[in-house]
């Protein structure tokens, strides 16, 4: 009997004790997203795939996005400008000042919904979040436990007879060290 209570303590103390805080990921990070939304819109069904190629810099509050058609879009949140190029076309537009870029962090006000394992030789710990309420939905995002590298993100959202869910699988995520080379724009670049 006394040992049975004794192996509850510390099962629970040990639970307790790998709720991890919030983390943050390295401000510079590149991947390759597939992103998978499916969505009613007074029940009539959809969904629509988009593969985009990341190149993020957290410090500089740049991003940029490289579509599948070729079209390459730069976010300079600094500036409060976007950019679409493609081909040799240019189009500038402001950034709503409201918008900003999100740091590469679990928010601080994450509720934890515990901890996996991928792989089998080799195995990775990973943690999922939930988020609930953002201004894009309710989010849960897994990330590797060791260094908050993301693996995958959901967003569901209900709003104007839309139901939606989309689902972003991160692949081949890095964290190079990026040139401001990287998101320059060629010149000129028309305002809108
Ligand atoms: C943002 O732009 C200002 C003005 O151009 C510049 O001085 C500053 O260094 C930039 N900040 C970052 C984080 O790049
Ligand atoms: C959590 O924080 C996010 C971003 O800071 C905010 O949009 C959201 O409303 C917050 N959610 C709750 C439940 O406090
Ligand atoms: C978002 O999460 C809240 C709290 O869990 C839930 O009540 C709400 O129905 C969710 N909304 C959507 C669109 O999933």
């Given at each position: 009997m006394l040992l049975f209570v004794c192996i509850l303590g510390l099962f629970s103390a040990t639970s307790a004790a790998v709720v991890p805080k919030p983390c943050c990921a390295k401000h510079q990070m590149t991947a390759e997203l597939v992103q998978i939304t499916g969505s009613y819109t007074n029940g009539t069904p959809a969904t629509v795939e988009a593969a985009i190629k990341i190149q993020y810099d957290y410090d500089t509050k740049m991003i940029k996005l490289e579509q599948t058609d070729g079209t390459t879009i730069i976010q300079d949140f600094n500036q409060t400008q976007q950019y679409t190029i493609s081909g040799k076309s240019c189009r500038k537009d402001k950034i709503p000042t409201d918008l900003q870029l999100q740091p590469p962090c679990v928010p601080s006000n994450a509720t934890y919904r515990g901890r996996r394992t991928i792989g089998d030789d080799v195995t990775y710990d990973v943690d999922t979040w939930f988020i609930a309420d953002t201004p894009w939905g309710n989010i849960t995002v897994s990330v590797m436990?060791?260094?908050?590298?993301?693996v995958m993100q959901g967003t569901s959202t209900n709003e104007n007879n839309v139901v939606s869910q989309t689902t972003v699988f991160y692949h081949n995520v890095q964290f190079p060290t990026l040139a401001?080379?990287?998101f320059q724009v060629p010149q000129p670049c028309p305002g809108h």
């Open positions: 436990a060791h260094d908050c590298t993301p401001a080379t990287t």
